[in-house]
């Protein structure tokens, strides 16, 4: 079975709109209505509903357990979308702050994909690097790339970091993490739901607390995009060939 059709029903992510042009310059044909297509791509995060009306076609989305291929879940697109979840961590920062990163003392906690992207691109730029994560593997990793390492339970003591960098999404700054933290330190909050931070408590203290989910679709649209079409050529070339 060969695809060669496509469309996309929403196309309110703009990474689709550079996701379609670039199947369009590996060949593939855009139509714009779905009895045509040989195949759908969906936006990051599909949502059931959207799966409606698309019964015997082949669908491409972005996160969830569906019917079809979640491209989502290819490594090669993870480790990309680390480097640019990490570049826009980066970004974001510079934005909310008139610190340079260089010389800064920045707390990085967990230690998956972004997390070990945002630590390369962090001491390129030369920031001195604590890594917060529970697994023994990530204790070795971290500390082979240079960073220090601690653990959870001491994230209650007090320091004097000037970054902190949360991937954990689920609740490890609470009262006594957060009043562990300067009052001028920059926070932010890279997890998807819930994120990692009391936010009540945060903002009672006075905490720049930011949110830093999605970043690949803030900063970097385009090249978001035509990662999310490469993966799909990628499934493509190696499933339907």
Do not use: W
């Not at 990474?15 to 791509?41: P, T």
């Not at 979640?70 to 961590?89: H, M, P, Q, V």
């Not at 070795?140 to 970054?163: P, Q, W």
């Not at 607390?209 to 799909?232: H, V």
């Amino acid at each position: 079975m060969k695809l060669k059709t496509f469309t996309i029903p929403y196309l309110t992510d703009e990474r689709l709109e550079y996701a379609k042009e670039y199947l369009a310059d590996k060949g593939y044909v855009y139509v714009d209505n779905i009895s045509s297509a040989d195949f759908i791509i969906l936006p990051i995060p599909a949502k059931e509903y959207m799966f409606e009306n698309l019964e015997g076609k082949t669908v491409f989305y972005g996160m969830g357990d569906y019917k079809g291929f979640d491209y989502n879940k290819i490594r090669s697109f993870l480790l990309e979308n680390a480097f640019l979840t990490s570049e826009g961590a980066i970004a974001l920062y510079k934005e909310n702050s008139n610190m340079s990163i260089y010389n800064s003392k920045v707390l990085i906690t967990g230690y998956g994909r972004i997390a070990q992207a945002l630590h390369k691109a962090l001491s390129a730029l030369g920031a001195d690097v604590t890594v917060c994560s529970r697994s023994k593997e990530s204790t070795v990793l971290s500390r082979f790339n240079g960073a220090k390492h601690i653990t959870f339970d001491e994230l209650s003591i007090k320091n004097d970091y000037d970054i902190v960098f949360n991937t954990v999404p689920h609740i490890i700054f609470t009262k006594a993490e957060l009043d562990a933290l300067d009052s001028d330190i920059t926070l932010i909050d890279l997890a998807s739901f819930p994120g990692g931070v009391d936010t009540l408590y945060a903002k009672s203290k006075g905490i720049k607390l930011i949110d830093g989910k999605r970043l690949p679709s803030r900063y970097s649209k385009k090249t978001a995009g035509y990662l999310i079409g490469k993966t799909i050529h990628q499934i493509i070339k190696e499933d339907f060939s």
